[in-house]
């Protein structure tokens, strides 16, 4: 088994490990990539395909796990030349993912999203799958993903995705205002132990690193949730995720990009 990598940045790199103590082959190209995509590859030992033709005429399996925006570039120049099964494993919306997947000339496709962090979940992090070919995809199950199949459309498994997103994204953002009000009125302590007991235990900690994450990814997360929108419009009126939107876009215009903020106390001194 062949498992071929477009990008090999933090999802390509463990996954790429895990698979290879498993005994399958990874391959990827660093035809025009940076010193730390080189890097990683030469760490993560996978074989070097000159550039991402080969890697598209050798490989069993291809994975696309690049920059959202490239995802679509990289599909239409491997289209014609996949000759396996071709997963596109980017955050981007249905719509984006139907537009890639278009440019694979065999048809063989998956769109596939991982629900979650890889770097910190490990190969476990759930991938759901949907599309022409996401049941041979989730085949690697046998080599220890964790590859869910939720419906044969594609497309399908970037909405949800998108979804969970609008949600988690919609929370956080909740938090971090009524977070910091409790702090301008030195009720922030208060306010986490009471949400802790209306929640769940943990809630407390889960809550304060959401608020720190938040504000430390605000630029992505605005843009991300113009993706969401892009997707939600279609089906309703869209309120909450594009006041969500509003509040990272806030708070990028606020903090110090090259600061490290150690608690959530010193991030909400610097917005005052
Ligand atoms: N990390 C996660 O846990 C996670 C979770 C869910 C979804 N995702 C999605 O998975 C995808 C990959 O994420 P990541 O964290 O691995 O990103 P990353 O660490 O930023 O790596 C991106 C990789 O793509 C390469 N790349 C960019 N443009 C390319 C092109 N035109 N052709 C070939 N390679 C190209 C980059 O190479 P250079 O270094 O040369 O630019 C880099 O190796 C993204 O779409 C992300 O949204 C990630």
Redesign the pocket.
Known sequence: MKVGF???????SNLSKWLKDEGVESYTSLEN??S??KKLAEEYAANICPDNKTLAELSDILIS????A??V??AEEVGKYVKGIYVD???ISPQTVRKALGNIENGKTVDAA?MG???KEGVKVQIIASGRCASQFAGLNKYGLNIKIVNHDPGKAKALKMLRSSYTKGVSALLLESLYSAYMMGLDKEFLENLERTECPGFKNSAISRVKSSAIHSQRKAQEMDEIINFMIEYGHIIMSKSTKEVFKDIYSKISHDKRYENYKELFESIK
Request: glycine share 12%.
């Open positions: 477009i990008g090999f940045g933090e999802v390509a990539r940076s730390k995509t796990a690049v920059t959202p490239e995802a570039n990289v494993l980017n955050n991982i962090g890889i770097k």
